[in-house]
């Protein structure tokens, strides 16, 4: 295939490269032409940040941008080529925000995140497919399936769910780290030796339910460890993390008393 791409950021950095090994990349667009061109030199295509200037004899465009610039991008991109295969790769935005403006509307949703400094183990990462048409669903199945072994046909109300709960697993949980870092960095603790907590905590999850696998003091119910806990966050002047400290503490109380 031939695949031009809009948008030159970390999800369209993964995906242009690991398509490059099984097709085309032809285009790169992006508002700032340095960034189009730095992608595009590594998968040896072109860099544009004119739309116009889209090649027309391509067979798939992927929108990989955030999710408010979606929108334009699509109205802009289907002037120039009205009857090629267009997809984002948004985990919350609705299939209608392009087929309201683009027949050969799709989703390529990878569930994962991304970063520049990390490669991504495409065979184990989920990809979501959705189209507005039967014949572009299985086009798309196929170019998923080139990349990973674990492929699904969601809506855009089961993807968003999956979004939302992707935020609570990956982004809030990451945030915890940030925090419990700030902690120990503090008092001029290694917040590598949390590294084995962290990772049995992590694969505990893979097989179990995560609230049965739930430990603590707040799930102990345990208010003199809380309180102490609170009083070195007062104490420390991090008003911020005793009130989600707090919030965290009372939501783990309130389902452990509903699941007894």
């Given amino acids: 295939m031939r695949i031009s791409f809009m948008g030159a950021g970390r999800v369209a950095h993964h995906l242009a490269h690991v398509l490059s090994q099984h097709h085309k990349i ?3 667009y992006s508002r700032t032409l340095a960034t189009a061109q730095t992608l595009a030199a590594q998968v040896k295509a072109t860099a544009t940040m004119n739309i116009e200037e ?32 267009i997809v984002h790769t948004s985990g919350s935005t609705d299939i209608e925000v392009l087929a309201q403006i683009h027949a050969r509307a799709g989703v390529f949703y990878p569930l994962q995140t991304f970063s520049l400094e990390r490669q991504i183990n495409w065979s184990d990462t989920p990809i979501f497919v959705e189209a507005k048409s039967e ?7 196929e170019l998923a399936n080139q990349l990973s072994s674990h492929i699904y046909s969601y809506t855009s109300a089961q993807r968003l769910s999956l979004h939302l709960a992707a935020v609570f697993a990956c982004n809030f949980s990451n945030y915890c780290y940030d925090m419990a870092k700030q902690i ?9 030796l949390l590294y084995p907590l962290i ?22 119910g345990d208010q003199n460890i809380l309180n102490m806990h609170e009083q070195m966050l007062q104490k420390a002047q991090r008003e911020d993390l005793k009130n989600i400290y707090q919030l965290m503490s009372q939501q783990i109380l309130q389902s452990h008393a509903t699941q007894s």
């Fill in 26 to 28: 032809v285009q790169i």
């Fill in 54 to 85: 889209l090649n027309p004899e391509i067979d798939l465009v992927i929108i990989a941008v955030s999710d408010q610039a979606i929108a334009s991008i699509i109205s802009n991109v289907h002037q120039q080529l009205p009857h090629v295969l």
């Fill in 135 to 141: 014949d572009d669903l299985v086009l798309l199945a």
């Fill in 184 to 192: 120990v960095d503090a008092q001029h603790v290694d917040f590598s």
């Fill in 199 to 220: 990772l049995e905590t992590a694969n505990k999850v893979l097989n179990n339910d995560p609230k049965q696998m739930q430990t603590g003091p707040a799930m102990r």
